[in-house]
């Protein structure tokens, strides 16, 4: 490993950038899990598709 202090606080950065993508990644896949979970809670058979499709279309925007 390098002594150079520089080249030690841009691999402390990158860590530290990897961890909050990781937690990042996690919190979005955690919403749309519980989001599917929710849908399928309330909608059972076909009608969940269709729930489905109305649930995307009306949260493009965000």
């Known amino acids: 490993m390098s ?3 520089d080249a030690r606080f841009k691999t402390v950065l ?5 961890l909050c993508l ?3 990644m996690a ?7 519980a989001d599917l979970s929710m849908l399928w809670k309330q909608h ?4 969940f ?3 489905l499709g109305r649930y ?4 493009l925007a965000g």
């Open 3 to 5: 002594t150079d202090p």
């Open 14 to 18: 990158q860590v530290l950038s990897i």
């Open 22 to 24: 990781i937690g990042l």
């Open 27 to 33: 919190m979005i896949f955690h919403k749309g899990f």
């Open 44 to 47: 059972s058979g076909g009608d």
């Open 49 to 51: 598709w269709a729930a």
């Open 56 to 59: 995307l279309l009306r949260n």
